[in-house]
């Protein structure tokens, strides 16, 4: 299913980028939504329900959507969806919309784990020093760690930066062990 929902994201980002629509306003309405879809098991059964009338499912939806006050985009896009019988894949449609906007805008998102709460200064020069690094805009979300002993881990997609004292730690074994 992952090709199925990259096309569905991959799809949406370029319907969103031709219509020069806020991406990342976009983006937020279709997570708010897949939330709504996540939470309820009640409304994924009526969903997937081949019996109930597809106007019926559409009238649900655009209860929901005005509730939620998201855009006639993201609403249609939805209706797509539901038209498709493909309701279910929201959330994960949802998370590849991101990674996909994210990569469009030039966006990484890292997370940052350090043995201590990092001050504001120390925040702005390590992501300065990532953005040097990968060339993108970097959003970063912290989390303390005092398993690394000190310094700071990073992950950025699949590529770790470790310069935390554990790791440092490891590596100076590894080398003593050869």
């Given amino acids: 299913m992952a090709a199925v929902t990259a096309r569905y994201a991959r799809a949406f980002a370029d319907a969103i980028f031709g219509l020069k629509l806020d991406a990342v306003q976009a983006q937020t309405d279709v997570a708010r939504m897949a939330a709504i879809v996540a939470s309820s098991p009640e409304l994924r059964s009526l969903m997937d329900n081949p019996a109930v009338p597809i106007a019926q499912k559409l009238n649900l939806i655009d209860a929901l959507v005005a509730q939620a006050g998201v855009s006639k985009q993201v609403r249609n896009f939805i209706a797509i969806l539901v038209d498709k019988h493909r309701l279910r894949l929201l959330p994960e449609v949802a998370a590849q919309l991101k990674a996909e906007i994210n990569q469009r805008l030039g966006v990484a998102e890292a997370e940052v784990a350090s043995a201590r709460e990092l001050g504001a200064e ?11 690094v990968t060339n993108k805009i970097i959003q970063a979300q912290y989390a303390r760690d005092p398993g690394i002993l000190g310094g700071a881990t990073v992950r950025i997609g699949s590529t770790i930066f470790d310069g935390s004292v554990r790791g440092q730690l490891r590596k100076l074994r590894e080398k003593l062990a050869e």
């Avoid at 120390?122 to 040097?132: C, M, N, S």
Wanted: charged letters at 45%; proline letters at 0%; zero cysteines.
């Fill in 122 to 132: 120390e925040r702005g020069l390590l992501e300065a020093k990532l953005k040097q």
